[in-house]
């Protein structure tokens, strides 16, 4: 059986270790400030929103969450965004993406105070990230390091292959591992031979967005499996295509009929086990990382802007 790499276990942990760095912060001035900003009423984001807020809680950190409407316009929210880059008392700045099509995305993530860039979109923080300079770096990418470093996964010298490019999760993903001296590839969804690209990585990092696309002859016998998909499946076709070969769990689709959806990742949780050597599994693998990680961005912009780094 491969090895399971449990992001739960390493999300505890790295909240252990924030723990005393954010007393030593409040015994010094302040707690850190986090800032949520969440526009209109997406299910999901409020879910994500609701979880990043539940953990500052439980860490001590205070947060702030401001909740515009559906309607507003771009110069509202870059008014709300000036008005959070001038408070002293906010480390941390989030706007939750998607933002609706009517707003200027690009021009909101820009307004952001880098210093203040908790998600590390800003331009200025990926062109951080590129140069190898300090900086936040994005969650989930950085997360997945955390992970394979704890599990003392070597990364140096191995081919790593990274499916998808997107601008917050695929491309600083290939640069991360990069900067740990894998040799990267990153591919995506016009990949010509996509499989026999993905055979080639020793690590393989799953970020399209479609669940249980990579299958077995996508992994290479032997390979570190990092899977970022998490997909609410609705389609009960698909979901029994998928979890009625799970010898392992056949609960899986009386849950399916319990809850109507079933979580599923980009990897297909059956070859995966039957391939890799370690996986991440969906839920419980990057997902809990990734608001570990913006904790933990948190607490350095705080502490950066105490003198404390
Ligand atoms: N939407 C989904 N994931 C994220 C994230 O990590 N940060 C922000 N700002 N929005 C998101």
Redesign the pocket.
């Known amino acids: 059986m491969p090895q399971i790499l449990d992001g739960i276990r390493v999300r505890d942990e790295i909240k252990a270790e924030l723990k005393p760095r954010i007393a030593a912060l409040a015994a010094k001035s302040r707690a850190p400030g986090l800032a949520v900003v969440l526009v209109g009423n997406d299910p999901a984001?409020q879910v994500?929103v609701r979880n990043k807020i539940k953990t500052c809680e439980d860490l001590g950190i205070r947060s702030e969450s401001l909740r515009p409407p559906e309607s507003v316009t771009t110069e509202e929210l870059l008014a709300i965004i000036d008005t959070l880059n001038a408070r002293d008392d906010m480390d941390g700045i989030?706007?939750?993406?998607?933002l609706p099509p009517r707003v200027d995305a690009k021009r909101v993530l820009l307004a952001i105070d880098p210093a203040k860039d908790v998600?590390g979109?800003h331009p200025m923080n990926v062109g951080n990230l590129v140069a190898g300079l300090p900086g936040p770096r994005?969650?989930?990418p950085a997360g997945i390091m955390e992970l394979l470093k704890r599990y003392g996964i070597p990364v140096a010298g191995k081919r790593a292959v990274v499916v998808g490019r997107s601008v917050?999760v695929g491309k600083p993903a290939a640069m991360l591992l990069l900067h740990e001296n894998a040799t990267v590839t990153i591919c995506h969804s016009r990949t010509v031979d996509l499989a026999a690209v993905c055979r080639e990585g020793e690590i393989l990092v799953a970020a399209l967005g479609r669940p249980a696309m990579i299958t077995g002859e996508f992994i290479r016998p032997g390979a570190v499996v990092i899977d970022v998909g998490q997909t609410r499946v609705t389609d009960r076709a698909l979901a029994a295509r998928i979890f009625s070969r799970d010898r392992n769990d056949p609960d899986k689709m009386a849950a399916f009929d319990k809850r109507g959806f079933v979580w599923m990742g980009d990897v297909d949780p059956i070859d995966v086990v039957e391939k890799a050597s370690a996986y991440t599994p969906v839920t419980g693998g990057v997902g809990p990382l990734?608001i570990a990680m913006?904790m933990t961005n948190t607490v350095a912009a705080a502490e950066r802007r105490a003198g404390l780094c």
């Open positions: 984001s994500y989030l706007v939750q993406v998607p998600d979109f994005s969650c989930t917050n990734t913006l």
